[in-house]
Nanobody, 124 residues
Framework: QVQLVELGGGLVQAGGSLRLSCAAS????????MGWFRQAPGKEREFVAT????????DYADLVKGRFTISRDNAKNTVYLQMNSLKPEDTAVYYC?????????????????WGQGTQVTVSS
């Protein structure tokens, strides 16, 4: 089993930045792809970004390309999401997830383990 804990959420003004982290425990996730998803109030959970096991492949939702950066530190069993130029429409609960394949994609069903989420609120 893998446990995931997201940190770094909070309240920020539009145009600001936040850095989310997701620490895995229970077993190493160094050989697994990881991803970030988000769910805004009244909306379905949606894909944000994914990163391959070694960080060599990343992919982003069109809405966040050029503003968000996903990265990982396998020595720390942690994945990050740097969010810049935040907009009010980025307000959501952000979740990290693990896919037990080395490379993953945008499909939520591919991910096997999920964190509890961290709230990000962007004020206008």
């Amino acid at each position: 089993q893998v446990q995931l804990v997201e940190l770094g959420g909070g309240l920020v003004q539009a145009g600001g930045s936040l850095r989310l982290s997701c620490a895995a425990s229970g077993r190493t996730v160094n050989n697994y792809a990881m991803g970030w998803f988000r769910q805004a109030p009244g909306k379905e959970r949606e894909f944000v970004a994914t990163i391959s096991w070694n960080g060599g492949i990343t992919d982003y939702a069109d809405l966040v390309k050029g503003r968000f950066t996903i990265s990982r530190d396998n020595a720390k069993n942690t994945v990050y999401l740097q969010m810049n130029s935040l907009k009010p429409e980025d307000t959501a609960v952000y979740y990290c997830a693990v896919d037990r394949r080395r490379v993953s994609g945008k499909g939520q069903k591919s991910y096997d383990y999920w964190g509890q989420g961290t709230q990000v609120t962007v004020s206008s």
